[in-house]
């Protein structure tokens, strides 16, 4: 798997999904299996994450002893997962003012076409992002059509009857629900 942390990279030919994957729950995991049939048509998977400014989505390289709400997974266990996962190329790229203020239409054109050659996306039905997370998953089908992309859009993941989510499991882990958290958790 190739690593990026630099926000100056170029990829051609992926299927990509965008997100934080703080916890890398199981609805992450779908999205991620989803990516395989993208695979076998001879793109590479990307991940795109996209790391919070001071270093909220950075997680210490030591692995945790159990679960805690502030770091559901350390950055080493999530590399090491997406690799089991088959992803090709993880891209830790910094949250900044700029791309926090970048308008949809931009970050489709110039993140997911030009620097990563996205053929294929595969989200989430709650995908949201762009500037005061304008793009949607119908926009991001209307750009799909217009820059030579397909969009995959996944329904949300439940587990037990509730809508499986990084939010969700912090709140079982600060209510010592770790059982229910861990099956989240994959």
Known sequence: MIIVSDPDFSFENTCVTVGKFDALHIGHKALMERMDAYRAMGMKTAVLRLEMAGGESVQTEE?????NESSIRT???RTELLEALGIDIYIRLPFTDELAHMSAEDFVKDILVRKLGVKAMVIGDDFRF???RKGDAELLKKLGAEYGFETAVLDRIRCD?????SSLIRKLIRE???EEAYKMLG
């Open 63 to 67: 692995p945790s002893p159990c679960l």
């Open 75 to 77: 950055e080493r266990e």
């Open 130 to 132: 762009g500037f005061e």
């Open 161 to 165: 009857g509730q809508v499986v989510s």
């Open 176 to 178: 010592k629900r770790l």
